[in-house]
């Protein structure tokens, strides 16, 4: 009976570690990254999001270093992804679907280079994939798409203030999202293809 439940306890470690193993990541810079964890938490197979700095050099920056400039990190989003569940093309599609990716002077009511939007890509199959996924977007929308797509590199955790901001502080992220004009403008750019693929955004 031993033998038989270590056996069972054995096989559900593999099982998870054969899980953990198959899981993706993705880096995406929409903005405000309050507002990328809270769509992109939304995908189905996405399965946790993670707001930091990436695109820079400066090593370990704070909050207050990359918002004041000088820094070259954008606020970012790591998303971990279950690619059985959600490629990463669909990942790439509801991205472009919910920022407005012609403004290459921040998102929305957020102003400066560490707001802009940006796909950063880990390796050249991705880099293809996000160039084509942008050659796409940009047909749809009849317009030029100056977001780039950048080469991933060191990704730093932001402050736990900011980690999952929108569930610890709703009327505070809600009315953030409301003033700042972000949805009203994706809707207005993107039209009936507004947040395609992202259910119940906001």
């Known amino acids: 009976m031993k033998r038989i439940i270590l056996t069972v306890i054995a096989l559900s470690l593999i099982a998870h ?3 953990a193993q198959q899981l993706e990541k993705a880096v995406f810079a929409g903005g405000c990254f309050w507002c990328v964890e809270s769509d992109f938490d939304k995908v189905p197979g996405v399965v946790s999001t993670v707001s930091g700095y990436t695109g820079g050099k400066t090593e370990n920056p704070t909050y207050r270093q990359v918002t004041a ?3 070259g990190h ?12 959600v490629s990463y ?10 920022v407005d990716p012609t403004d290459g ?4 009511c957020d102003r400066g280079q560490s707001y802009a939007t940006a796909v950063f890509a880990a390796n050249e199959k991705e ?5 084509a996924s942008k050659k796409t977007a940009q047909k749809l929308l009849d317009k030029p798409i100056v977001t780039p797509i950048l080469a991933a590199g060191p990704f730093y955790e932001a402050e736990g203030y900011h980690q999952d901001y929108y569930k610890n502080n709703p009327f505070r992220y809600r009315y953030y999202r409301f003033s700042c004009g972000r949805d009203r403008t994706v809707k207005d750019l993107w039209g009936e293809h507004a947040y395609e693929g ?4 906001g």
Do not use: C, N
Request: aromatic share 12%.
């Open 69 to 71: 400039g000088g820094t």
């Open 74 to 85: 954008y606020e970012a989003v790591e998303i971990t992804y279950d690619p059985a569940k």
């Open 127 to 131: 880099r293809t994939l996000a160039e």
């Open 198 to 201: 992202i259910p119940g955004h």
């Open 105 to 108: 002077g921040g998102q929305f």
């Open 17 to 19: 570690a054969a899980s």
């Open 89 to 98: 093309e669909m990942l790439l599609a509801a991205f472009w679907r919910s």
